[in-house]
């Protein structure tokens, strides 16, 4: 089968308000938007994956349990709205980590490219022709890596990322939110 693409959205402050270290489902509020921008990305025939740093689990904030029952509400709320998610990866390690067994250097936390290279294997993604949308320049980053487009949503932190790019790394556009992103993509498809 040929790889397809796929659109990498961060969860925090791109699908959801950004609230901090989100440690229990009531603190994470999707935006009215994300189950919408999430159909019409699979209309437009994206694998829709989520790639998340949850540090929180290295602070001992949360377990890895509840950063795993966050994303089947994530995708039982894809599917209630007639969509799904693909695939959702996440990275518990932080260099700085309190629990001893997170504190590593891993290749997977974003600005690192490993939740998009296990994704690709995964689920057979043409990096090249992917797309990640985030609210920070190292969800970017990660666009950058695999060769893929990367566009800055300006909900979460992206408002004030905006005015700081860092050097070497540049979006494909800066967009208000999630669902503009995606009609930015509809009028600018991959060749």
């Not at 250097?105 to 090249?128: F, H, S, T």
Request: hydrophobic share 40%.
């Amino acid at each position: 089968m040929q790889p397809r693409p796929a659109a990498f959205l961060d969860r925090d402050g791109t699908l959801n308000e950004e609230a901090g270290y989100i440690d229990r489902l009531e603190r994470l509020i999707l935006f009215p938007f994300a189950v919408d921008a999430i159909r019409l990305l699979q209309q437009m025939e994206y694998l829709v994956v989520v790639m998340t740093n949850q540090a929180g689990v290295a602070q001992g904030l949360y377990g890895e349990d509840f950063v795993e029952e966050t994303a089947r509400y994530l995708a039982e709320r894809a599917r209630l709205g007639g969509t799904r998610i693909d695939g959702h990866y996440y990275c518990p390690h932080s260099p700085e980590a309190v629990v001893e067994k997170y504190r590593v250097e891993c290749e997977c936390r974003k600005p690192k490219a490993g939740m998009a290279v296990r994704a690709a294997q995964d689920l057979n993604i043409d990096l090249r022709r992917s797309v990640v949308i985030g609210d920070r320049w190292r969800d970017l980053a990660v666009a950058s890596a695999v060769g893929g487009r990367g566009i800055l949503v300006k909900t979460g932190y992206g408002a004030t990322e905006a005015t700081m790019p860092p050097p070497g790394i540049t979006a494909h556009a800066v967009c208000e939110n999630l669902i503009d992103a995606v009609v930015w993509l509809q009028h600018h498809p991959i060749d």
